[in-house]
């Protein structure tokens, strides 16, 4: 078995990745830039996209496009994903993807069950997300301690969680966290959407003792500072501070909190000099090179990993994630040029 360097856990989905759905979004009162899980309304919407769109499907799912990022910079063996699949179509298009990108996974295979999927609405340069999770979200905490995938925790030196998982597997990220700290190796949250510290801020609040990096983007963090009662809600160093002093399991290690913020510098706060913030300009791209920024933040993470992986300083790491969150926007979907470009 290979001694996997990062171990990331999250939601796999399949991405139903369609064009020009200004129509889709009144028809199902949606955002042009949101990622949402689908309510009872939303859910006619996939077999509409089937009937009536011409699709591109993608492998997908936060962590796991992140881990598939991480994947591509590093070599082989390296990386490893645990998620929940059902035994259907849709998770052999995962794993084939998977493979493509060097990415190992574990899944927890359900029998007879339906993979998760993704509806992505791209209108310009915006992409709308819904999501029906149906068996990610029957993960179970058994599962990390099964011989396919305690060996894999026991190697990694980093843990990479989406916030998505947060929504029902919270146990298992707490697992996660709670080993990690123990063993004095690094967890990495990514807070993912602004509804998950709107609207799931009490799990949120479980797990972010044990996180030493958090990742977000500016809206994600407007979230939180809201849900939280921050008076500076839009001030983002201001927001990166409170959430890296907040308090920390294993508080010999400061927490570093990392917030993206699209062309505008990215801006990186630790909570050992909480009051000096540092940003990391972005290179920008010209209007006509963004093809689709479904993922790109999932990308940013997966450069960002790894580099971390291997050694890099805070804002080598940080300029590894603009460059493959670049590479990603100028392509269809969360998915890495080939033949390698070089990254680290």
Sequence with gaps: MASYSLFCMGNPLLDMQVTNGEELLKKYDLKANDAILAEEKHMPIYDELVQKYKITYLAGGAAQNAARGAAYVLPPGSVVYTGCVGDDELAEQLKTANKREGLDERYLVKKGEKTGACAVII????????????????????????????????????????????????????????????????????????????????????????????IGNEAEAEAWASASGLPEHKDLSKIAAAIATMPKSNPSRPRTVIITHGPKPTTIVSGAEPDAPKVVNVIPLKDEEIVDTNAAGDAFAGGFLGAYVVGKSLDECVEAGHKLGSMCVQQVGPQYKWPKVQIL
């Design 123 to 214: 209108t310009g340069h915006h992409r709308c997300l819904v999501t029906t999770l149906r068996v990610a979200e029957k993960f179970e905490k058994e599962h990390l301690a099964s011989p396919e995938v305690a060996p894999c925790i026991e190697s990694a030196k980093v843990f990479y969680v989406e916030g998505y998982f947060l929504t029902h597997g919270v146990e298992s990220a707490l697992e996660l966290g709670k080993k990690a700290s123990e063993a004095g190796k690094v967890f990495v949250l990514n807070l993912s959407a602004p509804f998950i510290p709107q609207f799931f801020q009490v799990q949120l609040q479980q797990i972010i003792p044990y996180c030493d990096i958090i």
